[in-house]
């Protein structure tokens, strides 16, 4: 796509990252491709080898797509139908296929042999389906909202075929992987990514950005004891052959603190100790853009705002089951994705500075402190903040490799912990809540160094966030 720019472009990228002694990650989408590809639209106009790269029948399932709808689109060019489990326009792409897996393991070398140092591989555990195709369980539909998902989000041939790829592209350049694995959970994350396994490096899961019983586009305030809860039942589990990914925000997602303080009242404590959270335990900390600057939900004034194929679908159907304009739209508002897709803001210009042209997906928000060149040159800022904890982590060993002991984990909007290497020990101390309250951690022979109140007294702030050393 030209209007993205050259791979002169790309190259000249690669070459001033290795000079920085920086790393660069792609984006994988290998379980379908567009409708506009190459390999489509020779399926389409008979090409029976590129037909088997895709799934086409003459009667579809009842499989449900995860944007509304159908899973399959039918074309009247062939007078069959191909699956999709997502846009229209992605056509799914059959794994099962062995040329379908050589020409991926090619494009994985491709860019490897580029200077690329890995991916992140979207959706990767849909790639495998059962191969009869089945129908799915209705009842199972009912509780995951999408009939089928039992028949592909962990299927048969899932862990043959990322091993496969994996010695054949990525090990050959020492490629790192992070698989985008929803519904995963963590046994089967584990499965996926112990080091003893050779498939993949790390998994994001989801299961903690939504509170149990709810889902994105209900409206409501997440609780953090879930994420505590979630937190301290991965770190356990998580031994020495695997390594979690530590991430909130995505760009599928609303932003991680708008949910749990629509008010944005404390904004600035709230992203401060969410990112000390991040930075603090056992893992690999992913932050997504904006997330550094304390960037929020966005103020949408209508649909006509919304880009998000999801959103737009939902709204339609709505608007069909008789829901009023404004109705549906305050759902779409509660989860659409489009609220993490505004553009980057480096300044407090239009647009964030982003561009001079009003982007395709224009944002609503703070822009005269929520930007980049306001916080940066600010040392009380969440830029500044956030810097810091990622310099403090890397001159400290011990918040990377450290054994991690949780403590008052029954104790409501208290969290707890330490980090240790032999005599080296960092005591994390987190106020969940937006209010006071007391501190049980006795730190006689403790000394504050981080925290994201400038004032710590007896009781502890709302959202505060602390890190101690050890005095030996």
């Not at 900390?285 to 999801?310: C, H, L, W």
């Not at 501190?439 to 004032?455: A, G, T």
Request: charged share 30%; net charge negative.
């Amino acid at each position: 796509m030209a209007e993205f720019g050259t791979m002169e472009d790309v190259e000249e990228l690669i070459a001033q990252l290795k000079k920085r002694e920086m790393k660069i990650i792609m984006d994988l989408v290998v379980n379908h491709t567009s409708d506009e590809h190459p390999w489509f639209k020779a399926a389409l106009a008979g090409d029976k080898e590129k037909q088997a790269y895709y799934f086409f029948r003459k009667k579809p399932n009842n499989w449900t797509s995860f944007f509304s709808g159908s899973a399959w689109r039918y074309f009247e060019e062939i007078d069959m139908y191909a699956l999709r489990l997502f846009s229209s326009k992605q056509m799914d792409l059959n794994w099962d296929n062995p040329q379908v897996r050589k020409e991926v393991a090619d494009i994985v070398k491709f860019w490897l042999e580029k200077g690329i140092d890995g991916f992140r591989m979207d959706v990767i555990n849909y790639i495998s389906k059962n191969p009869d195709l089945p129908d799915g369980d209705t009842v199972v539909g009912e509780l995951v909202n999408f009939t089928g998902m039992e028949h592909y989000f962990y299927g048969p041939n899932l862990c043959k075929y990322l091993t496969e790829l994996r010695k054949e592209a990525f090990d050959p350049y020492n490629g790192f992987s992070v698989g985008e694995t929803p519904g995963i959970g963590i046994q089967l994350g584990k499965l996926l990514t112990g080091d003893y396994r050779k498939i993949m490096d790390l998994t994001f899961s989801f299961d903690h950005l939504e509170t149990p019983g709810k889902v994105r586009f209900d409206d409501y305030r997440y609780d953090l004891n879930f994420y505590k809860y979630y937190l301290i039942e991965n770190q356990k589990s998580y031994g020495n052959h695997y390594w979690m990914s530590l991430f909130v925000d995505n760009h599928d997602n609303p932003r991680f603190i708008s949910k749990i303080d629509p008010s944005h009242r404390y904004r600035d404590q709230l992203a401060k100790c969410i990112n000390l959270i991040l930075l603090t335990l056992r893992g690999s900390p992913f932050f997504y853009q904006g997330q550094e600057i304390g960037m929020t939900n966005n103020e949408f004034k209508s649909m006509a705002d919304i880009r998000d194929v999801e959103s737009i679908n939902r709204y339609k159907e709505f608007i069909a089951a008789g829901k009023s304009e404004k109705e549906a739209f305050d759902i779409i508002l509660a989860g659409s994705r489009d609220h993490s897709r505004t553009p980057m803001q480096w300044t407090d210009q239009q647009y964030g500075g982003f561009s001079k042209e009003r982007p395709w997906i224009a944002g609503y928000q703070d822009l005269m402190t929520t930007n980049i060149e306001y916080q940066k040159n600010r040392p009380d800022s969440i830029y500044s903040f956030t810097k810091k904890l990622i310099q403090f982590r890397k001159d400290n060993p011990v918040l990377i490799y450290g054994a991690i002991d949780f403590q008052y984990e029954k104790t409501k909007d208290y969290f707890v912990y330490t980090r240790t290497i032999g005599d080296r020990e960092f005591l994390i101390e987190i106020n969940l809540s937006d209010e006071k309250r007391g501190r049980l951690v006795r730190k006689d022979n403790y000394e504050l160094l981080i925290s994201n109140i400038d004032s710590p007294e007896n009781y502890m702030a709302p959202y505060e966030a602390n890190i101690y050393r050890k005095i030996k």
